[in-house]
């Protein structure tokens, strides 16, 4: 069964930072790709950034400079770094797994997570 779980949400002020991780179970960690997607109030859930099998990493222009997505395959681990939050960056934060390389699209991730929220207060 495969399960992941995040973890590190919380409330921040702007302009602080939060790291948040996601672990994976039940998958070959190794051969998927691992994206994570936001949701904020009355929004559709959006794309925030990717890292291949390869770790090549790819990041929406919303979180460009200040969020890092990075992944440990040893842990069966991805995170994302944010730096300069803002506001508009309060959300529940999901982490998905895909198999295959590259995945911008949410319908291309098999696995979800349950969700962490983030709130940024002005």
């Known amino acids: 069964q495969v399960q992941l779980v995040e973890s590190g949400g919380g409330l921040v002020q702007a302009g602080g930072s939060l790291r948040l991780s996601c672990a994976a179970s039940?998958?070959?960690?190794?051969?998927?790709?691992m994206g994570w997607f936001r949701q904020a109030p009355g929004k559709e859930r959006e794309f925030v950034a990717l890292i291949s099998w390869t770790r090549s990493t790819y990041h929406s222009d919303s979180v460009k400079g200040r969020f890092t997505i990075s992944r440990d395959n040893a842990k069966n681990t991805v995170y994302l770094q944010m730096n300069s939050l803002k506001p508009e960056d309060t959300a529940v934060y999901y982490c998905a797994a895909g198999n295959r390389n590259w995945a911008l699209r949410e319908d291309l991730y098999d696995y979800w997570g349950q969700g962490t929220q983030v709130t940024v207060s002005s």
């Open positions: 039940g998958l070959t960690f190794s051969t998927y790709a």
